[in-house]
């Protein structure tokens, strides 16, 4: 690992690449093998949505594979008649059945040419009704509905946000020249390419607004932090110096970055405006200072050094300090996410020679191995901290890889042609 960041986040020479911004539809699209569920599943049906069949049959589908995916339902089979949100539903029958919840639904014409999808969640121990809302959509949009609804039904029975409706960056390698920038609904699906290059692109990281994103790329012969923002396609350098210019991670106000330079000599941590502006060194220890990463409440950077003599993980003030040694369990820890309630932190850590996705509590100290595979690398963790998102590698190509923080719950994402690596979580957005 640290060998990979010597290559990557300190490389200085590459060849000259030619770029493109899209906004258009990929192909390869990831796909999600599922495994794992929760201790105390919640039995859920989802009857099918009322309306046009096509239309509704496809809603359905996208509410349904949200819940499911989740590990926390236990879907019931509803059989094949629909159930709308006007209907009454045979509350016994539901009970008979195994349901503890049930959600029904319809979509159809608004009368402007776009729709209006539809639902109502009910309590069937109780016989009342949960909740419901309503969602302007379009053919096109009709996933976005799919995923704001089962959003809604996250939230009113786990009781935190779902994450169905926030979106995945990741980089797809195909063949010895070709990277793509993608970003993707949180299911893989509705990939777009924001960048492609013949160079490498890395990581990629979204802005606390989920407007812009801020990567790597190797275009220019070296090393450049670019900010792009997704809805103009327009980019600006924030940080192209002499040396390696790498490892974005933004401020939680969307302010600033920190960022790896080796300007001054050595990898050390500065903070820049998000215009490229302000440059201020924030590490002065010798060695290598890189992968910086925003707490929570934007007072803290955490970050891996090697200062100690091998790769450990520091935290210090964002105004520079004395830095404070964190992981202190095993000889090699690297690449600190801290969850958004600020609680945990992932990491990589190497045992039993292989690296693998670690999460700490940081009052306790505490750490748990969540996964047993050999490669693992550039964790995110989802906004609602309860899945961290990962890279590695499956039979000598990479996959992205979810896991549940408690380690029940796993996903694994693949392109059936093509590496994919650089993964990064969205926010919520409004």
């Not at 999600?32 to 509704?56: H, T």
């Not at 997704?230 to 933004?250: D, E, M, T, Y």
């Not at 961290?388 to 796993?410: F, H, M, N």
């Amino acid at each position: 690992m640290l060998r990979r960041l010597l290559k990557l986040r300190g490389l200085s020479l590459i060849a000259c690449s030619a770029l493109v911004l899209l906004q258009t539809p990929v192909r390869a699209e990831l796909t999600i093998e599922f495994s794992g569920a929760g201790a105390n599943r919640i039995p859920l049906a989802v009857a099918d949505f009322g309306g046009e069949p096509g239309i509704s049959r496809a809603l359905t589908s996208v509410v349904r594979g949200d819940l499911e995916r989740s590990g926390l339902f236990r879907l019931i089979d509803t059989g094949s008649s629909a159930l709308t949100e006007t209907s009454s539903p045979a509350y016994g029958d539901w009970k008979n059945r195994g349901a503890d919840a049930l959600t029904a639904g319809s979509i159809s014409a608004s009368g402007d040419g776009r729709q209006e999808a539809r639902f109502r969640l009910y309590d069937i121990n109780k016989q009342t009704v949960l909740g419901g809302a309503a969602f302007v959509t379009s053919t096109p949009m009709l996933r976005a509905a799919g995923h704001r609804i089962a959003d809604a039904i996250y939230e009113k029975l786990i009781g935190e946000p779902g994450i169905f409706s926030t979106r995945i960056a990741y980089v797809v390698k195909n063949g010895t020249n070709r990277y793509e920038l993608h970003i993707a609904d949180a299911d893989g699906q509705n990939a777009q390419a924001a960048l492609k290059s013949k160079e490498p692109i890395i990581s990629p990281v979204w802005s606390p607004d989920g407007g812009r994103l801020a990567y790597v790329s190797f275009e220019n012969k070296k090393p450049v932090i670019y900010v792009h923002s997704l809805a103009s396609g327009q980019r600006i350098v924030v940080a192209n110096f002499k040396g390696s210019n790498s490892a974005p991670a933004w401020s939680p106000d969307g302010r600033r970055l920190a960022v790896v330079l080796s300007k001054e000599g050595g990898s050390q941590i500065f903070m820049v405006n998000a215009d490229g502006s302000g440059v201020q060194r924030l590490t002065t220890a010798n060695g290598i200072n890189t992968e910086p990463f925003f707490s929570p409440d934007g007072q803290s950077i955490y970050f891996t050094s090697d200062r100690g003599g091998s790769p450990q993980i520091y935290r210090s003030g964002v105004n520079g300090g004395d830095a404070q040694r964190v992981s202190f369990e095993g000889s090699y820890n690297v690449s600190p996410r801290i969850s958004p309630d600020g609680k945990s932190m992932a990491f990589i850590s190497r045992r039993e020679s292989g690296f693998r996705l670690a999460v700490m509590d940081l009052d306790s100290k505490q750490v748990q191995i969540l996964t047993d595979s050999n490669k693992d690398e550039s964790p995110t963790f989802a906004p609602n901290g309860r899945m961290i998102l990962i890279a590695t590698e499956i039979g000598g190509r990479g996959v992205l890889s979810a896991v549940s923080t408690d380690g029940r719950i796993k996903q694994r994402l693949s392109i059936s042609a093509g590496d994919v690596r650089e993964p990064a979580w969205g926010p919520f957005t409004k």
